[in-house]
Structure formats: C-alpha cells, structure tokens
T-cell receptor
Framework: SQQGEEDPQALSIQEGENATMNCSYK?????LQWYRQNSGRGLVHLIL?????REKHSGRLRVTLDTSKKSSSLLITASRAADTASYFC????????????FGKGTRLSVIA | KAGVTQTPRYLIKTRGQQVTLSCSPI?????VSWYQQTPGQGLQFLFE???????NKGNFPGRFSGRQFSNSRSEMNVSTLELGDSALYLC?????????????FGNGTRLTVT
C-alpha cells in the first residue's frame, strides 16, 4: 500500500496563480522528496527535505515538512503552463522492505 | 552528461512469456533502482542494486528479478507474464543509492501483456 497520499488528486489553476499540493504519510521517515512527471515520461527530482528540516526553497518551489502531523506541502508560485504535470511525494522510510514509497500523485493543470 | 537510458521504449508480450528490460545509468552512478507504475497501484518500488549487489527488494513475487553488471548497467526480468504486469517500468540511478541521494529517472519501458 502507498504510504504517501497526495491531496488533491487533481488541481486546475490559471497561469500566474499559486498551486499547493499536500502529502501525508504514515510512518517515520528519513527524508521526503517531491518529483514531477510529464505525461508518459520519467520522473524529475524537484526537492529533498530531511526529517530535521521544516522548510526548503528552490526557485519557485517551496516545500514544508511537519513531522508531528506527518505531512508535507509543495507550493509552486506564479505557475506557468509548463508546470502542467503530475507531482509525487516520496518518503524514505526508516524501516521495512520498501525504502522509498511514492504517493499516487496530484495532477496539476495550468491553463494559459 | 547523458541521462538514464531505458530500452526498449515499448514492448508487447503474451501471457506466459518472459521479458528483459535494460537500464543504463548516468555515468558514475552506482545505484540503479526499478519501479512499476500502474494507474491502480501507482509507483511501486521493485528493487535496488548497488555495485552489483541487490540492496533492497519491494513486495513483488519472485517472477520479478534483476541484476547489475560491473559497468552499473542493470537488467530487469519478468518471467511467466501475467496481464497485471502491464505497466510502465521505470529505472532510476543515483550516486549513493535511494537512501542518500536524489533519483534520476529514465523515460521508462511501456510493457503491454496480452
């Protein structure tokens, strides 16, 4: 079963608006990563945030991590049509056979 | 630097057959991990190889196996194919493995089992 669960499943916004996606997980983690996937292609790494970090920025991306709530959020500011993609969180777990667990993703559509 | 290369891009196989997928990592990366992506189950971790040794394995049956060569290239094999094995198979490489460094993904092999 998936550990990470993204919310919402789909999001549609206008170009220039901000997009916020959330990820919740169940067990303790070492780090949490966000990836982007364009239709039918491989994933592209966006940001890695470690369990002892609370916030991280990369360009127009801002990621927060709340380990007490077992949740993370990805904020994309001033969105562009090129940001249209699926976004996945992936949690690196402290134990278990499967070290890296992906959520089912948020499908973001940015309308020009 | 060349990215992660997966071949073939598309495959159509019949139930009961076996298939081998190939993954060439970024030069210098010692870790290769494999993932299965389906609409129903999403992205699921299959296994990771690091310096020719399997380091982690996900919850998949023994029909799914892999190996890594001395040049870090990796192959994944699925035997006795089932309809449910139809999926996009992705491999990813990294410098120090899934625990320590971001993953660089290939564009995947789309497997269809009929």
């Amino acid at each position: 079963s998936q550990q990470g669960e993204e919310d919402p499943q789909a999001l549609s916004i206008q170009e220039g608006e901000n997009a916020t996606m959330n990820c919740s997980y169940k067990t303790s983690i070492n780090n949490l990563q966000w990836y982007r996937q364009n239709s039918g292609r491989g994933l592209v790494h966006l940001i890695l945030i470690r369990s002892n970090e609370r916030e991280k920025h990369s360009g127009r991306l801002r990621v927060t991590l709340d380990t007490s709530k077992k949740s993370s959020s990805l904020l994309i500011t001033a969105s562009r049509a090129a940001d249209t993609a699926s976004y996945f969180c992936a949690t690196l777990r402290n134990s278990g056979n499967t070290p890296l667990v992906f959520g089912k993703g948020t499908r973001l559509s940015v309308i020009a | 630097k060349a990215g992660v290369t997966q071949t073939p891009r598309y495959l159509i196989k019949t139930r009961g057959q076996q298939v081998t997928l190939s993954c060439s990592p970024i030069s210098g990366h010692r870790s290769v991990s494999w993932y299965q992506q389906t609409p129903g189950q999403g992205l699921q971790f299959l296994f990771e190889y690091f310096s020719e040794t399997q380091r982690n394995k996900g919850n998949f049956p023994g029909r799914f196996s892999g190996r890594q060569f001395s040049n870090s290239r990796s192959e994944m094999n699925v035997s006795t194919l089932e309809l449910g094995d139809s999926a996009l198979y992705l491999c990813a490489s990294s410098t120090d493995g899934v625990y320590n460094s971001p993953l660089h993904f290939g564009n995947g092999t789309r497997l269809t089992v009929t």
